[in-house]
């Protein structure tokens, strides 16, 4: 732990670069106590990302950190600018890497700023990032049970979209149940008709399914409590959440490390031994949720805004193929 004296935000800056296995406590709890005088050069950092002047890998690892602690810390500063780079998903993903699937919901619904057309510019923008247009309508929900959004203008865009959304189907799976929590009978119709064109793919979810979550939303004495069933709230502590991945866990090591393949003859080598083995080590790696998502866990799958939550975009893709999840399903 820091004390004021011995620390510059530079110095906290320069830490968050250099992080890479083990988060940088120090410097976080540091720039968390000190954060009215630390914001205005952690929120430059942020700006030059997004404007393209500096993004560089240093400048990533610097950018994952302050955009976490900007969420823990209400940050509305930070919000315009994280919605401009979503909307760079090339930039967005080597930024925020895992955090586009993981945290960005939380990190809009934290730094959110009053200005409801910066969060619906970024739902409706085709070239924006897939996963960051879901994270920014289950937002919009939890912003709109919360109080924050007017109830009826929420109802009245998601009526909107039916007719302008994009057709991808992430977005739509989104937009479904987006209606089912927050608990729109006035829309029900328009959620059927969605899977009657075949908006969202059949094994991802189908009327019976949407039916469920609706039950599930309107069994909830309060309307927050669907949201926080599904992982959607506000992000509260950047070191609690980021102490749990797997990543800065020093778990992961192993994961990619195929090296001891080299070291084997051609006519030894066993492809299914191998293959078993470079399953199991992924399965070892994978988090509670990730498992889950693979049927692997005892817990029910309950349908969730997005089929891959807790996939992190660089662990490996669930379907096998030994790619990682960015460069295989998630395109």
């Known amino acids: 732990m820091y004390a004021d004296d011995v620390m510059s935000t530079d110095e906290a800056i320069k830490a968050f670069a250099e992080a890479k296995k083990e988060l940088p406590i120090g410097a976080m709890l540091w720039c968390r106590d000190n954060w009215a005088a630390a914001a205005p050069d952690l929120l430059g950092v942020l700006e030059r990302f997004v404007a393209g002047a500096d993004r560089s890998d240093a400048a990533a690892n610097a950018l994952f950190m302050i955009v976490h602690l900007a969420a823990e810390r209400g940050e509305t500063r930070a919000f315009a600018p994280l919605c401009r780079l979503a909307r760079d998903a090339p930039a967005l993903d080597h930024g925020l890497g895992d955090g586009v ?8 619904i934290s730094t959110y700023d009053g200005n409801l057309n910066t969060l619906t510019t970024l739902i409706e ?7 960051a247009r879901v994270a920014a309508l289950e937002a919009l929900g939890y912003l709109t049970v919360s109080g924050r959004i007017d109830a009826d203008a929420t109802a009245d865009y998601l009526q909107r979209l039916y007719d302008t959304l994009q057709p991808q189907a992430i977005m739509w799976y989104g937009w479904i149940s987006m209606i089912a929590l927050l608990r729109l009978e006035s829309l029900d119709a328009l959620a059927k008709a969605a899977f009657a064109r075949e908006l969202v793919p059949p094994e991802w979810g189908d009327e019976d399914d949407y039916a469920e979550m609706r039950r599930n939303a309107l069994s909830d004495s309060n309307p927050l409590a669907s949201f926080t069933r599904k992982g959607i709230g506000p992000l509260e502590d950047a070191i609690d959440e980021l102490s749990q991945w797997v990543s800065f866990s020093g778990e992961q090591d192993g994961i990619e490390d195929n090296s001891y393949i080299e070291n084997l003859d051609a006519e030894d080598l066993d492809v299914d031994a191998v293959v078993e083995d470079m399953a199991q080590r992924m399965l070892r790696n994978l988090d509670a949720k990730g498992q889950r998502n693979l049927g692997l866990a005892p817990a029910k799958i309950v349908t969730a805004v997005n089929p891959y939550k807790g996939v ?3 662990d490996p893709c669930p379907c096998g193929s030994g790619k990682k999840f960015k460069n295989c399903c998630l395109k």
């Open 125 to 131: 923008a085709p070239e924006a990032e897939e996963f």
């Open 312 to 314: 992190g975009r660089n």
């Open 101 to 108: 699937t993981e945290t960005f919901n939380a990190t809009l």
